[in-house]
């Protein structure tokens, strides 16, 4: 675990770069082998076998490696749903049954069609979430589009007696995990951190 924490929340964005240029700079063979630990961490969790719907980022470049777990969860017949994003910082749940008929999304990153159905965030179990790093509190360094942001403050908003949350974890590697991030208002904490070391149950953090 590094310590790049800056306590100015106006310097997120210098921040993002920085990790973002350590997390590149690793090497591929280190990144993959974590990324297996990963996924077997995350797979040894009672909340990831019991989960019918899940909704997971497709990884890209240096990211935490998703491919391998879509292909599994899709093989263990579970709903699996991919992001669409459809600009001003809005992005929906679409089911896909196959990593091989995705197309262009609108931030050029492979998406399901607009015809795939959608999942509400109620009918999900599980949303895995992509983060540049994450701290022990939970909270995580995106990459500024604030897709995330609104999508879980919608999936977690609802707190009536019969309303379903689901849970949501990030995937972080060890070398990319922080000590503390800054935090907006905005800013929501994961329930779950899952790295190549261990598995975190977030504590609170006075804010």
């Known amino acids: 675990m590094t310590d790049l ?3 100015s929340t106006a310097q997120k964005q210098q921040l993002r770069a920085a990790l973002l240029a350590q997390r590149n700079a690793e090497d591929a063979g280190a990144r993959a082998a974590a ?8 797979e040894s969790l009672p909340l990831f076998q019991e989960a019918q719907s899940v909704f997971c980022y497709l990884s890209m470049g240096s990211e935490v490696d998703t491919r391998s777990l879509i292909e ?22 679409h089911a896909v049954y196959s990593l091989d008929h995705l197309e ?12 795939c159905p959608v999942l509400e965030p109620g009918a999900l179990d599980l949303i895995i979430v992509p983060c540049v790093a ?3 509190f939970g909270y995580r360094i995106g990459y500024g589009g604030g897709y995330y942001d609104r999508y ?11 309303a379903k949350q689901p849970v949501t974890v990030a995937l972080c590697r060890e070398s990319n995990r922080q000590a503390a991030l800054p935090v907006e208002s905005h800013d929501l904490p994961v329930d779950v951190i899952v ?3 261990e598995i975190i149950q977030p504590r609170p953090k006075k804010l």
């Open 195 to 197: 790295t190549d070391a």
């Open 5 to 7: 924490s800056l306590n």
């Open 152 to 162: 879980l403050a919608a999936a977690k908003g609802d707190t009536g007696a019969a």
């Open 104 to 115: 262009t999304g609108a931030l050029g990153i492979p998406a399901p069609a607009e015809s």
């Open 35 to 42: 990324d297996a630990r990963i996924k077997t961490h995350l």
């Open 72 to 93: 599994s969860l899709l093989a263990r017949g579970k709903t699996v749903c991919l992001p669409r994003c459809q600009g001003n910082g809005i992005m929906l749940a």
């Open 134 to 136: 994450c701290d022990s």
